[in-house]
């Protein structure tokens, strides 16, 4: 370290993805200091990734376990299914407490030092921290930005945080209405809805684009609706835009054309989820002092080595990753960012391949996928000049899934008629969220269908269906 900075490298946020830097940071050798002003882990260790899946994991079995038709097609009958709400909702709060202590205590272990309070910078490479305790000036070499996001909230919609809330309050299960309308049928509003639809409650999804699940590929969205919307409790309604929502008992929701904006229907539910997407927390930054704008939603420009720009030119020192750029908002997505800053840091160049990167939402069953949609490939064949294949295997022709009496299911991959590269690859069913790496991984190794079709996989197993894919997809190829 150069003796005139008090560390190598200043994290602002101990988000996931200052989280992950910050141990990358160490194993680089260089001292590190990670700030936060509110809890440890950020959105995802407290108020998303984390509490959702033990939502989804406890509501998903009670799904299950009420399953008669599926338990009865294995041999098994079950009385009466119950459970405790309270429970459930201490469960996802237990599992948030653990994995806040297990990110600070692999922080502290390592001795990254964290500075509670507001992070501002004040230069490119001085940041000012602000506490109850007083206020401290810090210098380093290097400065990760990692704020993270909040939820969106429309014009129009007011929140209670009882009736009418966003993720935040969901997460907390504190109870179950009888009918709740989710606004917003991304991620949250799907994961949402399982939980809410297994646990009893109907569901009323509103979503103001024309389709449901807009940024799947359509073929997942329309087997996704087949098998998470039109056989349960859910009622949809499709290019209407939540305009107005009133909380109380009812809850009143004006929805509109999205077209004319004029108000066609009036609902009155039990609660409503607003589930309308999240925004940069790049607000009091102090980006002005590095005169950095931000873009017009507030995300922080970025190049792909995740420096920071200014008017199209790298801010020497200064990198951003995570929510707050608006690239990919996920949690794996900010700390592979932040891997990716401290390995340029260290004179070890590396770019972020967001086409590698997978995604994934943990309904039942999970839905999952990495790179392009076929849309999105078509597209990019038609301006790069190439042609495109797809091919198909389903989960009915696979041993595991029948055992398991699973089958419904899709594998899909895009990829390249001249060379085999994968563009993209998309799966909803049985464990759809860890089947998904043998393609990103392929992804990210260049590796083309013609050599993966090779590959031996464990019969029976569900990755099997992956294996088909592959298999299909050489044909054609000279082996
Ligand atoms: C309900 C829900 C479920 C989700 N599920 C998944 C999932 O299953 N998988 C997945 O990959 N992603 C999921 N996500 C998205 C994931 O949570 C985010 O992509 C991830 O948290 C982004 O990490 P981050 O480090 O960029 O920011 P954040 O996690 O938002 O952390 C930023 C931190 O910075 C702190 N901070 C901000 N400004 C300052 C400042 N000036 N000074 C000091 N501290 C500051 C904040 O307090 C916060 O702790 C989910 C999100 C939600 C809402
Ligand atoms: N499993 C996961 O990885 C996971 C889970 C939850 C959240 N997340 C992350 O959190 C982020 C936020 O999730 P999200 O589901 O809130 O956002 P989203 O952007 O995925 O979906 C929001 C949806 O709301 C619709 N919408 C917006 N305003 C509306 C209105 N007034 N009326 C009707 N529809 C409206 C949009 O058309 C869109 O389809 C996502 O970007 C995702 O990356 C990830």
Redesign the pocket.
């Known amino acids: 370290m150069t003796q005139q900075f008090d560390y190598d490298l200043v994290i602002i946020g101990a988000g996931v993805g200052g989280h992950g830097a910050a141990l990358h940071a160490v194993d680089c050798g260089l001292k590190t200091a990670i700030i936060e002003a509110a809890d440890m882990g950020g959105t995802c260790v407290n108020r ?2 984390i509490p ?1 899946k033990a939502l989804l994991a406890a509501s998903g079995r009670v799904r299950e376990l009420r399953d008669q038709h599926h338990l009865q097609s294995l041999g098994i009958q079950l009385g009466q299914v119950n459970f405790d709400r309270g429970q459930i909702a201490a469960h996802a709060d237990n599992l948030v407490d653990t994995i806040r202590g297990n990110l600070t205590n692999s922080l502290t272990r390592l001795k990254v030092e964290i500075i509670h309070g507001w992070g501002k910078v004040i230069g490119n490479q001085k940041v000012v921290v602000k506490s109850d305790a007083g206020e401290q000036t810090i210098t380093s070499r290097d400065i990760i930005i990692a704020s993270g ?1 909040v ?2 909230v ?1 014009p ?2 007011e929140i209670d945080g009882r009736t009418v809330f ?2 935040d309050d969901a997460i907390r299960l504190s109870w179950l209405p009888d009918w709740v309308a989710i ?9 949402f809805s399982d939980v809410y639809t297994a646990l009893g409650s109907e569901v009323t999804i ?4 024309d389709t449901l ?3 799947f590929d359509p073929d997942i969205a329309k087997i996704a609706k087949r098998v998470l919307i039109d056989p349960r409790d859910i009622d949809t309604h499709a290019g ?4 107005k929502v009133t909380p109380g008992s009812p809850v009143v929701i004006e ?1 509109a054309d999205v077209k004319t904006k004029e108000v066609v229907e009036v609902l009155e539910v039990d609660a409503c989820l607003v ?4 925004i940069p927390a790049t607000d009091n930054l102090g980006l002005e002092a590095i005169s950095v704008d931000t873009d017009r939603r507030g995300f922080i420009p970025v190049n792909d080595r995740m420096q920071v720009l200014s008017q199209g030119e790298v801010v020497p020192h200064v990198y951003a990753i995570g ?1 707050a750029t608006g690239k ?4 794996h997505a900010a700390s592979a960012q932040g891997i990716v800053v401290v390995e340029n840091i260290c004179e070890r160049p590396r770019d972020v391949n967001y086409r590698s990167i997978p ?4 309904t039942h069953p999970e839905i999952s996928f990495v790179g392009l949609t076929e849309p999105q490939a078509k597209e990019l064949a038609k301006t790069e000049g190439f042609k495109i294949n797809t091919v198909r295997s389903y989960f009915k022709a696979n041993s595991k899934a029948l055992a398991e009496s699973e089958a419904d299911g899709l594998a899909k991959l895009i990829y390249r008629e001249d060379t085999g590269e994968i563009l993209g690859g998309h799966i909803i069913g049985l464990h759809a ?1 860890d089947l998904i790496h043998e393609v990103s991984n392929a992804v990210a190794q260049g590796q083309p269908v013609q050599s993966l079709s090779h590959l031996v996989h464990t019969h029976p197993t569900i990755s099997e269906v992956i294996d088909e894919a592959f298999k299909r997809a050489a044909t054609g190829f000279a082996h």
């Open positions: 998303g990734c959702s996001s939820p969106w429309p129009g919609i966003t993720s606004i917003g049928s991304g991620y949250i509003g799907l994961e509103i979503e103001a684009l699940m807009p940024t209407r835009l939540a305009k929805l589930a309308t997407g999240r929510d990919m908002m996920l949690a995604a994934a939402a943990f969220a």
